[in-house]
C-alpha cells in the first residue's frame, strides 16, 4: 500500500522557520495538501496543490515541492502554530486517498 | 457554507458493526462532491476510511474494503457507514468530511466536529 512519510516531530523558537517535509513515490505526479490539527479540533487545510494557500491562512504558511518531497514551511513560527501537521496525496493510481503518518510541530 | 454533523453510537461491542450518519446542511448531497469517512485512533493520526458519490459510487480504502459500507439517503441530505467485526483497534474518532475532486485537485474541505466510537465489552 502507499505511504507518505513525515517526521514524528519539529521544533523551533518562536520567529523561526519550521519545515515538515513529506514523502511519497506519487508525489512528482500527484499534489500534495497540508492540514493543521490542533488538539480535540477537526483539521484545517492550510496548503493545497503543493503550494497554494486557502482564504484565512496566514501568509506565513507556504509549501514546496520537488520530485518525491513536499514540504510545508511556516516562516516565523509563532505558539500558536503549534499543531499536528498531516500532509494528503492519492495515491499513482489516483483512486486511494493517503494521509503521511503527523508531525507534531513544537514553538517554544 | 457546508456544515457536516456525525451521530451514532459511542459504544460498540467487539465483532459489532458500528454505524454512523453524517448530517450535511448548507449544501446539497447530490452536488459535485463526494462524501468521506476519516477516523483517528486515540494519539494517531489519519486514516481515509473511503468515500461516496451521489451516483452511489464509492471507493474504500483497501485495508478496510471488507468490512465497509457507505451508503447516501438523498431524502434525509446524509451518508451513512458500517464497519462490521469491529474490534479494540477500531476505537477511534471517526470524522465526516466532503472531498472536492477535481480534474487535477482533490482535498478534504469542510470536516465534521468528529465522533469518539469506542469498542468495548
Known amino acids: 500500500s502507499y505511504e507518505l512519510t513525515q517526521p514524528p516531530s519539529v521544533s523551533v523558537s518562536p520567529g523561526q522557520t519550521a519545515r515538515i517535509t513529506c514523502s511519497g513515490d506519487?508525489?512528482?505526479?500527484?499534489?500534495a495538501y497540508w492540514y493543521q490539527q490542533k488538539s480535540g479540533q477537526a483539521p484545517v487545510l492550510v496548503i493545497y496543490?503543493?503550494?497554494k494557500r486557502p482564504s484565512g491562512i496566514p501568509e506565513r504558511f507556504s509549501g514546496s515541492s520537488s520530485g518525491t518531497m513536499a514540504t510545508l514551511i511556516i516562516s516565523g513560527a509563532q505558539v500558536e502554530d503549534e499543531a499536528d501537521y498531516y500532509c494528503?496525496?492519492?495515491?499513482?493510481?489516483?483512486?486511494?486517498?493517503?494521509f503521511g503518518g503527523g508531525t507534531k510541530l513544537t514553538v517554544l | 457554507q457546508v456544515q457536516l454533523e456525525e451521530s451514532g453510537p459511542g459504544l460498540v461491542k467487539p465483532s459489532g458493526t458500528l454505524s454512523l450518519t453524517c448530517a450535511v446542511s448548507?449544501?446539497?448531497?447530490?452536488?459535485?462532491?463526494?462524501w468521506s469517512w476519516v477516523r483517528q485512533p486515540p494519539g494517531k493520526g489519519l486514516e481515509w476510511i473511503g468515500e461516496?458519490?451521489?451516483?452511489?459510487?464509492?471507493n474504500y480504502n483497501p485495508s478496510l474494503k471488507s468490512r465497509v459500507t457507505i451508503s447516501l439517503d438523498k431524502s434525509k441530505n446524509q451518508f451513512s457507514l458500517e464497519l462490521s467485526s469491529v474490534t479494540a483497534a477500531d476505537t477511534a474518532v471517526y470524522y465526516c468530511?466532503?472531498?472536492?475532486?477535481?480534474?487535477?485537485?482533490?482535498?478534504?474541505?469542510?470536516w465534521g466536529q468528529g465522533t469518539l466510537v469506542t469498542v468495548s465489552s
Open positions: 468530511a466532503s472531498l472536492i475532486v477535481t480534474t487535477i485537485s482533490n482535498y478534504f474541505d469542510y
Open positions: 448548507g449544501g446539497s448531497i447530490s452536488s459535485n462532491n463526494w
Open positions: 461516496i458519490y451521489h451516483s452511489g459510487s464509492t
Open positions: 506519487a508525489l512528482p505526479k500527484k499534489y
Open positions: 496543490e503543493d503550494s
Open positions: 494528503y496525496s492519492r495515491d499513482s493510481s489516483g483512486h486511494y486517498r493517503v
